[in-house]
């Protein structure tokens, strides 16, 4: 069973609409990650919080907007998608301490399909 | 060239053969080393850490060569279960930024 939650499984959403991704830990990690994976290509990074603040944001479109309520909480507000933004959203979330920041835990992912 | 270089496969072998995949890193400031497994539609779950003097769980044997910047995995009496595609994934030092290969796919054969 993951430690990191993510909801909903499945979204179908259209090209004017505004939803949410949502990602759950409690395993007490500081960093919490969203990337992004079209099918049979590795995962791409998107975002990176640590300890709630954005580290990294990988020259990503402003219609994904991260959030980060609280230290297990991470979001991934979607609107005026394309449908080239289809794909598995993955959350991930790992230790902080830069130089020992260990293993990266996954979700079940998101899968998004934009019509 | 791409900072972690997997071949993509697909290696298609017998149950009980053994496999060994091999995968380069460009960034001499790599720090972390880890194998994953992907099943297909599902997430990246880890396999094993790689750490500098190599190390085992069960089947599956990790190497690292940081002279040669290259790591390695090797798995035994492979099972139909681990037909999967394997990602090697590079930690830069200091960062978060973890670096993903493009994966080998593994289909073992009944």
């Known amino acids: 069973d993951t430690e990191v939650t993510q909801t909903p499984k499945h979204l179908v959403m259209g090209m004017t609409n505004k939803k949410s991704l949502k990602c759950e830990q409690h395993?007490?990690?500081?960093?919490m990650y969203w990337y992004k994976q079209k099918a049979k290509k590795p995962p791409e990074l998107m975002f990176v919080?640590?300890?709630?603040?954005?580290?990294i944001n990988e020259s990503v479109p402003s219609r994904f907007s991260p959030e980060c309520p609280n230290s297990s909480l991470l979001n991934l507000h979607l609107h005026a998608l394309q449908p080239e933004d289809s794909a598995l959203y993955l959350c991930?979330?790992?230790?902080?301490?830069?130089?020992?920041?260990?293993?990266?835990?996954f979700g079940e992912g998101s899968r998004l399909t934009v019509l | 060239r791409k900072e972690v270089e997997q071949d993509p496969g697909p290696f298609n072998v017998p149950e009980g053969a053994t496999v060994a995949f091999n995968c380069t890193y460009s960034?001499?400031?790599?720090?972390?080393f880890f194998w994953y497994r992907q099943d297909c539609r599902k997430e990246p779950k880890l396999l094993m850490s790689?750490?500098?003097s190599g190390n085992e769980d069960g089947r599956f044997t990790a190497q690292l060569n940081r002279a040669s910047q290259y790591i390695s995995l090797l798995i035994r009496d492979s099972k139909l279960s681990d037909s999967a595609t394997y990602l090697c994934?590079?930690?830069?030092?200091?960062?978060?930024?973890?670096?993903f290969g493009t994966g080998t796919r593994l289909k073992v054969l009944a």
């Open positions: 991930a979330s790992s230790q902080s301490g830069r130089g020992n920041t260990g293993e990266l835990f």
């Open positions: 395993m007490g990690h500081r960093a």
């Open positions: 919080y640590s300890y709630e603040k954005l580290s």
């Open positions: 960034n001499s400031a790599s720090q972390s």
């Open positions: 790689v750490y500098s």
């Open positions: 994934v590079v930690n830069l030092s200091g960062t978060y930024k973890y670096i």
